[in-house]
């Protein structure tokens, strides 16, 4: 079946560690996302990829890296350099056509201790 | 920039009829999306109005008005599995095709 994976589901790291969450997509869309969430909080917007090799920053960039080598796979690296990063993040693709939807992944919670 | 607001819990009875209220401030965007989200789990696309009007999707309706600035989700005959947080969401105008959510709406649905 298509869709989008997120791995691992639950992440718990120390402070001054950096953590890459992976997010792997069979769904042939051409744009991906990484948009964190906290409590009780909407989703805000990380990094945001249209295509191969080419990503841009959203609202809350800094503290993150991500790449995009290949188009199936957009992993994001929470560095030590992100103050706050303990949150729920969520990875999405959008397919071509303009339909209003993003796919989500299932999500990694990620707990600095 | 852009913001939306909404209201940030609702409750209702099971069977009942609910309206989420959506109001924006944006420069330019294509629609405004709507998704569910249960806790712990991923958003999940409800809706999606590109035109102003109402756009029906079984016990969901979602309805945009670009005048007002203000869009609405409708969730009729409430069940008890709709309890969950709802977010608006406006795709931005652009290539990129960004959303931009809401910070949810919490609904309770009581028996």
């Known amino acids: 079946d298509g869709g989008i994976t997120q791995s691992p589901k639950y992440l718990f790291r120390k402070e001054g560690q950096n953590v890459t969450l992976s997010c792997e997509q069979n769904l042939n869309h051409d744009a991906m996302y990484w948009y964190r969430q906290d409590p009780g909080q909407g989703l805000r917007l990380i990094y945001y990829s249209q295509i191969v090799n080419d990503f841009q920053k959203g609202d809350i960039a800094e503290g993150y890296s991500v790449s995009r080598e290949k188009k199936e796979s957009f992993p994001l690296t929470v560095t030590s350099a992100q103050k706050n990063p303990t949150a729920f993040y969520l990875c999405a693709s959008r397919p071509r056509q303009n339909t209003g939807e993003l796919f989500f992944g299932e999500g990694s919670r990620l707990t600095v201790l | 920039g852009q913001s939306l607001e909404q209201p940030s819990e609702v409750t209702a009875v099971e069977g009942a009829i609910v309206q989420i209220n959506c109001t924006y401030q944006?420069?330019?965007?294509?629609?405004l999306s709507w998704y569910q989200q249960h806790d712990g789990g991923a958003p999940t696309f409800l809706s999606y109005?590109?035109?102003?009007g109402l756009e029906e999707t079984g016990r969901f309706s979602s309805f945009l008005s670009r005048s007002d600035s203000y869009g609405y989700l409708l969730l009729q005959e409430l069940q008890m599995k709709d309890s969950a947080s709802y977010f608006c969401?406006?795709?931005?105008?652009?290539?990129?095709?960004?959303?931009?959510f809401g910070s949810g709406t919490q609904l309770t649905v009581l028996p």
């Open positions: 969401a406006v795709i931005l105008a652009g290539s990129a095709r960004q959303l931009t």
């Open positions: 944006t420069s330019g965007f294509y629609g």
């Open positions: 109005n590109a035109l102003d």
